[in-house]
T-cell receptor
Framework: SQTIHQWPATLVQPVGSPLSLECTVEGTSNPNLYWYRQAAGRGLQLLFYSVGIGQISSEVPQNLSASRPQDRQFILSSKKLLLSDSGFYLC????????????FGPGTRLTVL | TQLLEQSPQFLSIQEGENLTVYCNSSSVFSSLQWYRQEPGEGPVLLVTVVTGGEVKKLKRLTFQFGDARKDSSLHITAAQPGDTGLYLCAGAGGNTGKLIFGQGTTLQVKP
């Protein structure tokens, strides 16, 4: 069966520091991968998605970037964090081309101070 | 731009009551998913509906996709405290697999 991992689970970083969040998927190959950000108790905002190694599409202009160095690895980065980057970051994968179902990781809570 | 309007935003009810959550859009979706999320965790997929007029049941939860595939509803019968959580609808359109999420409904069921 497929599983998706995210780490770290929580992170507290000062303004201006770099960021690296990692997401890995097991049990599937060539999945579509997605990064979302969620404000407390609200819906999800799509940040980036990737259909393959090295292929990244950005949905909103922002202080963040994404990379996919391996088939089942998706990384979210920033060179200098802003206060507004605080939030709950979720990674998701999809390999079903009929129903567009996405399956989410446990998330990373990022607090920028 | 595709949008999904979800209502109500908050719902606080007593155990045993019934409730309905709505998702509405002016856009047509190829499929629509409902998720439930606990605080501090990722959303968990409850159901996917793909055919206009489709009704799916998951124990006390009934999901319906509108005939025109522009709207959906989630009905919970005899709510229980374990139903408490954030409910999210998400519509899919196009070939990229991108989902458009509603704003979410926070449900609190009091014992």
């Amino acid at each position: 069966s497929q599983t998706i991992h995210q780490w770290p689970a929580t992170l507290v970083q000062p303004v201006g520091s770099p960021l690296s969040l990692e997401c890995t998927v097991e049990g599937t190959s060539n999945p579509n991968l997605y990064w979302y950000r969620q404000a407390a108790g609200r819906g999800l905002q799509l940040l980036f998605y990737s259909v393959g190694i090295g292929q990244i599409s950005s949905e909103v202009p922002q202080n963040l970037s994404a990379s996919r160095p391996q088939d089942r690895q998706f990384i979210l980065s920033s060179k200098k964090l802003l206060l507004s980057d605080s939030g709950f970051y979720l990674c998701a994968w999809r390999d079903d081309w009929v129903y567009n179902e996405q399956f989410f990781g446990p998330g990373t809570r990022l607090t920028v101070l | 731009t595709q949008l999904l309007e979800q209502s109500p935003q908050f719902l606080s009810i007593q155990e045993g009551e019934n409730l309905t959550v709505y998702c509405n859009s002016s856009s047509v979706f190829s499929s629509l998913q409902w998720y439930r999320q606990e605080p501090g965790e990722g959303p968990v997929l409850l159901v996917t509906v793909v055919t206009g007029g489709e009704v799916k049941k998951l124990k006390r939860l009934t999901f319906q996709f509108g005939d025109a595939r522009k709207d959906s509803s989630l009905h919970i019968t005899a709510a229980q405290p374990g139903d408490t959580g954030l409910y999210l609808c998400a519509g899919a359109g196009g070939n990229t697999g991108k989902l458009i999420f509603g704003q979410g409904t926070t449900l609190q069921v009091k014992p």
